[in-house]
């Protein structure tokens, strides 16, 4: 089995601590079944959010899934790049997995979805 990255990101429509929580785990779930990843599969999972999201730990919401409670999980602010897409939250999951680097599926929800078009199914 290898180790695999897969990709992802939404943005909320303000920061408010309920919206980052909410978003963020209709995202990592999307992820991990877009991709048949099983929590004990995944080794980590890096979240970062632009610099205008900071009512919340995204991680929490991550913790908080049932199954995830021992899934290693980090935040951290993006660079804040004039002219960004603002209020998104991304996440680098890196998991155990079978999937050939081509067929991994990158997830993109809300706004997001301008981030990397290319990716789009």
Not at 7 to 16: H, M
Not at 88 to 105: F, G, K, T, Y
């Amino acid at each position: 089995m290898k180790v695999r990255g897969f990709r992802g990101a939404t943005t909320v429509q303000q920061d408010e601590e309920l919206a980052v929580l909410q978003a963020t785990e209709a995202l990592v779930l999307d992820m991990a079944k877009a991709n048949n990843v099983d929590p004990e599969d995944i080794i980590s999972v890096m979240i970062s959010t632009t610099v205008d999201v900071k009512s919340a730990f995204p991680a929490k919401a991550v913790r908080t899934i049932e199954g995830w409670k021992y899934v290693p999980v980090m935040c951290f602010h993006e660079m804040d790049v004039p002219g960004g897409l603002p209020l998104c939250i991304r996440v680098l999951m890196h998991a155990n997995s079978d999937i050939p680097q081509h067929e991994v599926e990158h997830v993109y929800q809300n706004e997001a979805v301008k981030l990397r078009p290319d990716l789009q199914k």
